[in-house]
């Protein structure tokens, strides 16, 4: 019975510990995503999270001060004196707050504490993030500005047709190859796999200013081709050893029933590894795609910073130095970037565990 209890005790703690820990992680994100809602005027004035009911000074009574009054000098309002710093500040006075409403109209606002819900929003921020064309911006204090839009859906659209190829092509070529270092015997295998598998320790900044030097006498740099190669490349390594330590954990009779029954290497391949591997392949497709995506440093080496090829990681960074107190195009430019990452992790997550698992588990 005490045992019982202890390891009961013992399991809500690490379930508290785990939602502190969730609720850490997930609380910038909740603000990034309500505040890529909200109103570029309430962005700039409050934070995320006076959407939520709130206590706040609310405006009260107006007092005129008379003609007479040296705002120079202490003020005095109801019998107390101030100064003007603090009239500009503000000042609470038991459940009050006495602040400047027009200094120049010598009028001073008795605010009053009360419950407050700001629950504005539009989808405004998203559409003049993704488009081109010129909007109006209502600022703070009531004043409009004419802005330009960033265009965001271009550098979308030039992601995808990077990262989604950039995916493939290493997934499927790292397959064969994992599969002939598992399962077929021929001169210098173990070699070549030393070889690749040294590759991971290379950091793949040696290899930019080489690489783009051929790219440049071979007219690939600023290509989608030559983009598709050097991802292909650099993630190659890691993609081939996950995929050997996942194929070479196969049961050896599988392949030795199929060549029985006359099949070749790629119809095993083919028809018995494809199908098998595919919690493995979803895994690495993460990853990749993953890495792809987010991607700033190969993109910016090898595709350039013309609007027309720009991907997204490098049009964000780009809005973060030129635009960096427009909250509310940031936010809603994070989200969109975070949307297909999100919804490829959704669509294949029930082959995450079991590729992640795979290679540790002889089957």
């Known amino acids: 019975m005490v045992g019982r209890k202890k390891r009961k005790g013992n399991k809500t703690v690490v379930n508290v510990v785990l939602g502190i820990i969730c609720f850490i992680w997930l609380l910038p994100t909740l603000g990034l995503f309500i505040s890529s809602f909200r109103p570029a005027a309430d962005i700039l004035q409050t934070g995320w999270w006076k959407v939520f009911p709130h206590q706040e ?11 007479d009054v040296d705002l120079r000098e202490p003020i005095e309002v109801n019998g107390t004196t101030y100064t003007d710093d603090q009239l500009k500040a503000g000042v609470t006075e038991g459940d009050k707050r006495l602040v400047w409403e027009n200094r120049r109209a010598r009028t001073i606002n008795m605010q009053e504490r009360g419950w407050e819900v700001k629950p504005d929003f539009t989808l405004d921020n998203y559409k003049n ?5 010129e909007y109006k911006l209502k600022l703070g204090d009531g004043s409009e500005t004419v802005q330009k839009g960033t265009g965001l859906s ?31 015997r021929f001169p210098g295998r173990k070699t070549l796999f030393v070889i690749i598998i040294a590759m991971l320790v290379i950091p793949i900044q040696v290899a930019l200013i080489p690489i783009l030097k051929d790219y440049t006498a071979l007219g690939l740099n600023g290509s989608y081709l030559g983009i598709w190669l ?17 194929i070479s954990q196969l049961p050896k009779d599988l392949f030795e029933s199929a060549f029985i029954d006359g099949a070749s290497h790629f119809t095993i391949f083919s028809r018995l590894i494809l199908p098998l591997s595919v919690p493995a ?13 987010n ?31 427009d909250w509310h195009l940031l936010t809603s430019a994070a989200f969109i970037s975070m949307l297909m990452p999100l919804t490829i992790f959704f669509l294949l997550q029930k082959y995450f565990v079991k590729g992640l698992m795979g290679g540790s588990v002889k089957g």
């Open 129 to 133: 993030v993704l488009s081109g064309k």
């Open 295 to 325: 991607d700033y440093l190969v993109s910016l080496i090898f595709i350039g910073n013309q609007p027309n090829v720009q991907v997204m990681s490098m049009k964000i960074a780009d809005l973060v130095g030129s635009r960096g107190n």
């Open 57 to 67: 000074w609310k405006a009260g009574e107006t007092v005129q001060l008379s003609k």
């Open 281 to 293: 392949l979803a895994s690495i497709a993460i990853f990749q795609f993953l890495w792809v995506w």
């Open 230 to 246: 050097a991802h292909t490349a650099f993630g190659l390594p890691l993609v081939t050893y996950f995929m050997y330590n996942f």
């Open 154 to 184: 271009q550098a979308f659209w030039n992601t995808l047709t990077i990262a989604v190829p950039a995916t493939i092509i290493p997934v499927l070529i790292a397959s064969f190859a994992a599969y002939a270092f598992a399962w077929l």
